[in-house]
């Protein structure tokens, strides 16, 4: 990557292959899960040091609670885990940390953590780290939908006069940016129910590593990609 790049103002991440990078080596998935929150903490200090201003990452989705018991709960610990230490890498690097799904899922010692990580880093001015967890694009509209009704119908907000901006703005990413690039990691072309609003028209780049594998030079690569792509918009150029 030479200086010249741009670098994408809002990269999103899918991190995908923990189990198959823990299968390869004989090991249970939860260790795949372990090396890939290793990698995450690692990102986030990277994605800071690039200049990029939102990383998204998605972390669990809706769709992930259909997993053994004995996965989801330890993915369930590794989320208590980490969070504490997120909050010190944060502290670090500058990071403002903040969460997008339904939170209210969660046991409350997660929730009072996810609260806490937002609180305590509500004031820095680097890196904006969005984790997606119980994230689901669906229910995020659904969501949204659901209080901008409750909002017409108390009066507080016009059919009429409902925007994209007025959806947007109802959504668990009101005020951020659409991201620029896309990287899912583990060879699969699919969004698998990831920020279908805001992906609309974002650059796709799909790696064969595993997640636990990516580092600094993945990223770089993706932004090289990233920079040979020509964005229309729907337009001519
Ligand atoms: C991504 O890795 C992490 C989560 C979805 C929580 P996977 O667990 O999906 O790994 P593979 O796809 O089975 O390899
Ligand atoms: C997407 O990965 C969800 C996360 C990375 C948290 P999955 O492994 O759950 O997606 P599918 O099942 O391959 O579509
Ligand atoms: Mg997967």
Same mark, same amino acid.
């Given at each position: 990557? $030479?200086?010249? *790049?741009r670098i994408p103002r809002h990269v999103a991440l899918i991190l995908d292959g923990n189990g198959r990078w823990a299968k390869k080596r004989g090991l249970p998935r939860t260790m795949g899960h372990k090396e890939g929150c290793k990698t995450v903490e690692k990102?986030?200090?990277i994605a800071a040091r690039m200049g990029i201003e939102y990383l998204t990452v998605y972390g669990f989705s809706t769709e992930n609670w259909k997993r053994s018991s004995e996965?989801?709960?330890a993915l369930m610990q590794l989320f208590r885990y980490y969070m504490v230490r997120l909050l010190k890498?944060?502290?670090?690097?500058?990071?403002?940390v903040k969460m997008i799904?339904?939170?209210?899922?969660?046991?409350?010692?997660?929730?009072?953590?996810? $609260?806490?990580? *937002?609180?305590?880093?509500?004031?820095?001015?680097?890196?904006?780290?969005v984790i997606a967890v119980n994230y689901g694009a669906r229910d995020e509209i659904t969501?949204?939908?659901?209080?901008?009704?409750?909002?017409c119908v108390q009066g507080r907000v016009k059919a009429e006069e409902i925007t994209e901006d007025v959806l947007s703005s109802y959504l668990d990413t009101a005020g951020m940016p659409d991201p620029d690039l896309l990287i899912r990691t583990s060879g699969e072309i699919?969004?698998?129910?990831?920020?279908?609003?805001?992906?609309?028209?974002t650059e796709i780049y799909v790696t064969d590593c595993l997640w636990p594998d990516f580092n600094e030079e993945e990223l770089k690569r993706a932004v090289v990609q990233y920079n040979k792509r020509e964005r229309r918009f729907g337009g001519v150029k």
């Amino acid at each position: 990557m $030479n200086t010249e *790049e741009r670098i994408p103002r809002h990269v999103a991440l899918i991190l995908d292959g923990n189990g198959r990078w823990a299968k390869k080596r004989g090991l249970p998935r939860t260790m795949g899960h372990k090396e890939g929150c290793k990698t995450v903490e690692k990102t986030v200090e990277i994605a800071a040091r690039m200049g990029i201003e939102y990383l998204t990452v998605y972390g669990f989705s809706t769709e992930n609670w259909k997993r053994s018991s004995e996965e989801v709960g330890a993915l369930m610990q590794l989320f208590r885990y980490y969070m504490v230490r997120l909050l010190k890498i944060a502290k670090q690097n500058n990071v403002r940390v903040k969460m997008i799904g339904d939170r209210r899922r969660f046991d409350e010692d997660i929730i009072e953590g996810i $609260n806490r990580l *937002e609180r305590e880093t509500k004031e820095n001015t680097g890196l904006t780290f969005v984790i997606a967890v119980n994230y689901g694009a669906r229910d995020e509209i659904t969501r949204a939908v659901s209080r901008l009704a409750a909002d017409c119908v108390q009066g507080r907000v016009k059919a009429e006069e409902i925007t994209e901006d007025v959806l947007s703005s109802y959504l668990d990413t009101a005020g951020m940016p659409d991201p620029d690039l896309l990287i899912r990691t583990s060879g699969e072309i699919r969004l698998s129910n990831y920020l279908l609003w805001q992906l609309a028209y974002t650059e796709i780049y799909v790696t064969d590593c595993l997640w636990p594998d990516f580092n600094e030079e993945e990223l770089k690569r993706a932004v090289v990609q990233y920079n040979k792509r020509e964005r229309r918009f729907g337009g001519v150029k």
